[in-house]
Antibody
Framework: EVQLLESGGGLVQPGGSLRLSCAAS????????MSWVRQAPGKGLEWVSV?????????YYADSVRGRFTISRDNSNNTLFLQMNSLRVDDTAIYYC????????????WGQGILVSVSS | DIQMTQSPSSLSASVGDRVTITCRASQDIRNNLGWYQQKPGKAPKRLIYTASSLQSGVPSRFSGSGSGTEFTLTISSLQPEDFATYYCLQHINYPLTFGGGTKVEIK
């Protein structure tokens, strides 16, 4: 069974940093692009970032996070990461790890999500 | 960036009703459109990709159609478990963009 499990969320002050992880299992992790998608409380879905398959040389970011967030992957441990720096109150959201991107016609499956709260 | 506009933003329907949700893209995305279902407190789930391809395991009462800039998700006979929020997603290029969502509620 394909599974994605996020960790690393929590409460952080504005300007702080947090690193999210997503542990993947049940598929050949290195063969897939991987993405992060977030959802602010009571709001819709917002794509955040994607990293290409294999070496992960290619990355893309939403304008709202470019320069502050960094996506990376460790194929030997089947893990996806999102390093979030200079966090702002409007980064508060549930962050989902999802398999896929443009090359996979969207996202399937999704992790259960992890809450990141940015507040003083 | 490609803007995705969904309508309606919410609707009330009864079990057994036929439900149609529309998504419009701000430019031609050919057939690069997906539909997702999200229930409260849960992660989204893909229903449809490339406009009309049914995700494995999704009931056949769900169907998608359209190309270019206008797309439709149809639920042929609404079931109790279908009450949820639905999102479209363009997957032709980055940044990937979602529609604003359609909440399907019980009448």
């Amino acid at each position: 069974e394909v599974q994605l499990l996020e960790s690393g969320g929590g409460l952080v002050q504005p300007g702080g940093s947090l690193r999210l992880s997503c542990a993947a299992s049940g598929f050949t992790f290195s063969s897939y692009a991987m993405s992060w998608v977030r959802q602010a409380p009571g709001k819709g879905l917002e794509w955040v970032s994607v990293i290409s398959s294999s070496s992960g040389i290619t990355t893309y970011y939403a304008d709202s996070v470019r320069g502050r967030f960094t996506i990376s992957r460790d194929n030997s441990n089947n893990t996806l990461f999102l390093q979030m720096n200079s966090l702002r109150v409007d980064d508060t959201a549930i962050y989902y790890c999802a398999r896929g991107g443009v090359s996979r016609a969207g996202f399937d499956p999704w992790g259960q999500g992890i809450l990141v709260s940015v507040s003083s | 960036d490609i803007q995705m506009t969904q309508s309606p933003s919410s609707l009330s329907a009864s079990v057994g009703d036929r439900v149609t949700i529309t998504c419009r893209a701000s430019q031609d995305i050919r057939n690069n459109l997906g539909w997702y279902q999200q229930k409260p407190g849960k992660a989204p789930k893909r229903l449809i990709y490339t406009a009309s391809s049914l995700q494995s395991g999704v009931p056949s009462r769900f169907s998608g159609s359209g190309s270019g800039t206008e797309f439709t998700l149809t639920i042929s006979s609404l079931q109790p478990e279908d009450f949820a929020t639905y999102y479209c997603l363009q997957h032709i290029n980055y940044p990937l963009t979602f529609g604003g969502g359609t909440k399907v509620e019980i009448k």
